[in-house]
């Protein structure tokens, strides 16, 4: 059974801090793309950032490029994303997803809140 389990999230002040992580179980995590997206509430949900376990590339929305950066512990089967200088538009559920050309899992969410 594959399960993917976020944590991290938290309330922060805006230009703070956050890393949140997902570990996943259950699948062969070198050969799954992990990635982060967030849903605010009346909004899609939308990308965030990707590590792409099988060359080591990672993306990013533009709107988050240079202050979130992700990170792997493929010994752990666990994605970080370092989150920066937060904004209050950040302000979403974050979901991890893992994702392959076969098949795509996703995790409960975890809450993060930016006050001004």
């Known amino acids: 059974q594959v399960q993917l389990v976020e944590s991290g999230g938290g309330l922060v002040q805006a230009g703070g801090s956050l890393r949140l992580s997902c570990t996943a179980s259950?699948?062969?995590?070198?050969?799954?793309?992990i990635a982060w997206f967030r849903q605010a509430p009346g909004k899609e949900r939308e990308f965030v950032a990707s590590?792409?376990?099988?060359?080591?590339?990672?993306y990013y929305a533009d709107s988050v490029k240079g202050r979130f950066t992700i990170s792997i512990d493929i010994a752990k089967n666990t994605v970080h994303q370092q989150m920066n200088n937060l904004k209050v538009e950040d302000a979403a559920v974050y979901y991890c997803?893992?994702?392959?050309?076969?098949?795509?899992?996703w995790g409960q969410g975890t809450q993060v809140t930016v006050s001004s």
């Open positions: 997803s893992a994702i392959s050309e076969y098949d795509n899992y």
């Open positions: 259950g699948l062969t995590f070198n050969q799954y793309t």
């Open positions: 590590h792409v376990n099988k060359d080591g590339s990672s």
